[in-house]
């Protein structure tokens, strides 16, 4: 059995080098006719871009990646000056007519977006053209090698239950030198996925037959982080069953929110677009899906009819009605831990590295900070939109509601769930986003903690303080010292994922749904003759 773990690590590190390694293959160039269709279906009306463009793309040399980005940002770069300076120029002349009309030539967008549009079009070579071979040398190898390394663990891990496994031994979950690799690899690939699409432009072209037989369209670099996520989640599920096979509570856990992901988040949103209908994720809830209320989502809810109506007063009725209703019934772990794919892959892909969340003071101080002031940024935000929406304005109080919608979106939609949020697993465990940044996480804790029937129950006279819950608790709680005095655990953090109780060798944990009544239950620590004991028993 360890030989076959050996042997799919190998093949897995293979297939990893391979993916890697496609970056850097095939040629990029566009032939003249190629171009002009481009720039009639973009609808440009600039008269500089399209020579630009010709100057550097429609050529007979081979350009990589790098060259062939780098020049097509330079034609847009080049072709905004030339009317930023005719702005600057009416401008100063007060030509206010001439002025106005020079903006209609200008090409918006991220600069790297706009390549990666062009790539897919220029694009020739191992992954472009053999798009079958090249996705078994990278997701085929790269899903053998890691199902070969997890699934022997059902006969190496023994009988079922959590044992002592070195966590803290291994370089790969310690913060040993695999984990740094694993950290520098997963923040490289979001910083690419959101700042810089086009120099994965290869990667895309390997789900291009995936993405055309879902929703009839190619694939955009969206497309395959989704993918991506479900096949990941779905490899790491496998582990996760072997694992906590003891444990049918987290069995079903990461079923549901496997579910979820694949069927709500990925097949649903992109068979809609097939049918022309808006691409929308049914249990994305508002504030997670921040731009919900933003004027071009707005928009094209309202112009596609019954249908996008429907969307939106589900997504009103699922915010203020389903998401509390739930969380009072069964606490936040009803989303965070069943049903939230940001939860799914913290729970899969994460699951090695929980151990490393921080259980300091500072941590849980700075927690509340900054988890509260994405909550009240997101809700500013949202009532600017609002209200420019339905005033026309374009600001409020003087503030441009489209910069705060940018800084909003860099860095706390990108930077902060993305890049930090699962780039930092291996580093600072895997619930960062969701314990320091997740606006919905912070808006179900106010609920779960002042008005929910959950609760942790512990028993305190079971408990050998053996460390076990706090060590394994994804959130930074304590759980131990709740548990040494008998005390519920009833904290707007905990996200329900049941670990603490999966890891306790004494049973002493039990998450229950009960009354509200009793439900905090604060146990003083007594000091032998600091309190008359029987006084105490009596007065009880």
């Known amino acids: 059995m360890k030989t076959i773990k050996q042997t799919g690590l190998?093949?897995?590190?293979?297939?990893?080098?391979i993916f890697i390694a496609t970056i850097f293959t095939g040629s990029f160039n566009l032939k003249?006719?190629?171009?002009?269709?481009?720039i009639t279906e973009q609808n440009y009306k600039s008269t500089i871009i399209k020579d630009e463009l010709q100057k550097a793309i429609v050529t007979t040399e081979r350009l990589n990646i790098f060259e062939f980005s780098s020049k097509v940002i330079n034609a847009y770069e080049t072709s905004n000056n030339h009317y930023d300076a005719l702005i600057a120029k009416y401008d100063a002349e007060k030509n206010w007519d001439e002025k106005g009309k020079q903006y209609q030539y200008k090409i918006f967008g991220k600069p790297h977006s706009?390549?990666?549009?062009?790539?897919?079009?220029?694009?020739?070579?191992f992954a472009a053209d053999n798009t079958g071979l090249a996705w078994f040398l990278?997701?085929?190898l790269g899903i053998i090698g890691a199902l070969m390394f997890i699934v022997p663990d059902v006969v190496l891990l023994g009988k079922p239950g959590i044992k002592n496994d070195g966590i803290f031994l291994s370089a790969a979950t310690n913060r040993g030198w695999i984990?740094?690799?694993?950290?520098?690899?997963?923040?490289?690939?979001?910083?690419?996925?959101y700042f810089y699409p086009d120099l994965i432009v290869n990667w895309v072209y390997l789900v291009d037959p995936i993405s055309k037989s879902i929703s009839g369209n190619a694939a955009s670099q969206w497309f395959l982080y989704g993918f991506l996520y479900c096949v990941v989640m779905t490899v790491m599920a496998v582990r996760m069953y072997i694992k906590y096979r003891h444990n049918k509570y987290q069995i079903l856990r990461t079923t549901s929110v496997l579910f979820f992901q694949i069927v709500f988040a990925f097949l649903i949103p992109e068979i809609l677009?097939?049918?022309?209908?808006?691409?929308?994720d049914f249990k994305n809830a508002f504030p997670l899906d921040y731009d919900f209320f933003f004027r071009w989502n707005l928009d094209e809810l309202l112009s596609s009819g019954g249908f996008g109506l429907f969307i939106l007063v589900w997504g009103v009725v699922l915010t203020i009605v389903v998401v509390p209703v739930m969380v009072y019934f069964f606490g936040k772990r009803w989303y965070c831990s069943w049903v939230c794919g940001c939860g799914g892959l913290a729970e899969t892909l994460g699951d090695p590295y929980r151990q490393n969340s921080s259980k300091t003071l500072l941590s849980w101080r700075a927690e509340r900070i900054i988890i509260h002031s994405v909550l009240v940024f997101v809700l500013v935000m949202t009532?600017?939109?609002l209200y420019t929406f339905f005033s026309g304005a374009d600001q409020v109080i003087g503030i441009k509601t489209q910069t705060i919608q940018d800084i909003y979106g860099f860095l706390i939609g990108s930077i902060f769930a993305g890049v930090i949020g699962t780039g930092f697993y291996p580093i600072f465990g895997n619930r960062v986003w969701c314990r320091f940044g997740c606006p919905l996480a912070a808006y179900l804790g106010f609920v779960q903690r002042f008005k929910s029937r959950f609760r942790i129950t512990t028993n305190g006279g079971q408990c050998i303080s053996c460390g076990n819950c706090s060590t394994?608790?994804?959130?930074?709680?304590?759980?131990?010292?709740?548990?040494?005095?008998?005390?519920?655990?009833?904290?707007?953090?905990?996200?329900?994922?049941?670990?603490?109780?999966?890891v306790c060798p004494r049973g002493v944990l039990k998450l229950e749904n009960g009354p509200e009544e009793g439900r905090i239950n604060p146990t003083e620590i007594l000091l032998g003759n600091d309190v008359d004991l029987m006084e105490l028993v009596n007065k009880k």
């Open 383 to 385: 009532g600017f939109a």
């Open 472 to 502: 394994y608790c994804e959130q930074g709680i304590d759980v131990r010292s709740y548990a040494q005095k008998g005390e519920n655990i009833v904290r707007s953090s905990c996200v329900g994922c049941g670990v603490c109780s999966a």
């Open 10 to 17: 190998i093949v897995f590190l293979l297939g990893l080098a």
């Open 179 to 193: 984990g740094w690799f694993t950290f520098i690899f997963l923040v490289t690939f979001y910083i690419l996925l």
């Open 138 to 140: 990278t997701f085929g």
């Open 114 to 125: 706009l390549s990666f549009a062009l790539a897919k079009k220029a694009g020739k070579g």
């Open 273 to 280: 677009v097939r049918f022309e209908k808006p691409w929308y």
């Open 32 to 38: 003249q006719t190629e171009l002009d269709a481009f």
